[in-house]
């Protein structure tokens, strides 16, 4: 009786390796590329102001957040800062983002901008003033990823062009 449960030993093993194995398939599941946290900086002017942009895309399987703050040249006090938070369907190299929430900077105690977003959720009076000045509620979009760059193209307030700013940008993965 006991040379049969050895025999058997090796085949019981590996039953049991195989069935701890299966369900981990997720284990050999690859990540998308574009998922992730994105980055684009540029250097702009306002007349003769110079002013920095940082405008950073967290990109889930199936949800954005995206937040663009100016600074003052040589500062980093934050004068401005514009938040995008909603959800994603992506199809191939195809993206369409709908909108959630709008947020603005969060002031501090001497009434200062920072680089915290206050979010406004859909339907609220802020985030319909800000679809008011042109912003779209839903925008398509295409992408190429790899490791260390995405490029989105966007038409942002859906005038059919991708012509505005931030509708076409080259990101970099932090």
Not at 33 to 54: F, P, S
Not at 143 to 162: C, G, I, K, P
Request: aromatic share 12%; proline share 3%.
């Amino acid at each position: 009786m006991k040379t049969k449960i050895l025999k058997k030993l090796p085949y019981l093993l590996l039953l049991l390796a195989a069935v701890m194995i299966i369900p981990s398939c997720d284990w050999f599941r690859v990540d998308p590329e574009y998922l992730g946290t994105w980055q684009y900086t540029e250097k702009t002017y306002a007349g003769e102001i110079a002013l920095n942009m940082t405008h950073t895309l967290k990109l889930n399987e199936d949800t954005f957040e995206e937040v663009i703050i100016y600074r003052r040249d040589n500062s980093s006090s934050v004068m401005s800062l514009l938040g995008l938070k909603g959800n994603i369907s992506v199809n191939d190299n195809e993206v369409v983002f709908t909108l959630t929430a709008i947020g603005e900077c969060l002031k501090d105690s001497y009434d200062k901008c920072t680089a915290t977003a206050e979010w406004f959720p859909k339907g609220s009076p802020k985030y319909n003033a800000f679809l008011a000045l042109g912003i779209a509620e839903s925008f398509d979009g295409t992408f190429e990823a790899d490791e260390d760059y995405l490029w989105l193209v966007r038409d942002l307030n859906n005038d059919t062009d991708t012509d505005d700013d931030w509708e076409e940008i080259e990101f970099e993965r932090l």
